[in-house]
């Protein structure tokens, strides 16, 4: 089994940067794609960056030319550049991996990180 642990999260003001960390422990040679979701309150669940094992990345239109996600297959980790932060990326960010050879993120899953960003 995989287990996930995101760290990062808080407040900021509009513009701003954060950078979100996501480690995974147990079996993770098991460990395929990667992302991050994130849910606002009365919205859906949404897939905001993702990247495979071997760096091919995918960002929501919403968030493209501002975040960058990047990862260490030898670690197990993965990270999420905020920067230019605006009001409505505020959510509840959760990392995501799939097993190797997936294409989906939602065998793992972590607990999840608050981000808010004050106008």
């Known amino acids: 089994q995989v287990q996930l642990v995101e760290s990062g999260g808080g407040l900021v003001q509009a513009g701003g940067s954060l950078t979100l960390s996501c480690a995974a422990s147990?079996?993770?040679?098991?460990?395929?794609?990667m992302g991050w979701y994130r849910q606002a309150p009365g919205n859906q669940r949404e897939l905001v960056a993702s990247?495979?094992?071997?760096?091919?990345?995918n960002y929501v239109d919403s968030v493209k030319g501002r975040f960058t996600i990047s990862r260490d297959n030898n670690k197990g980790t993965a990270s999420l550049q905020m920067n230019s932060l605006k009001p409505e990326d505020t959510a509840v960010y959760y990392c995501a991996a799939g097993d190797r050879g997936r294409t989906s993120l939602n065998d793992y899953w972590g607990q999840g990180t608050q981000v808010t960003v004050a106008s």
């Open positions: 990247i495979t094992r071997g760096g091919r990345t």
């Open positions: 147990g079996e993770i040679f098991r460990i395929g794609p």
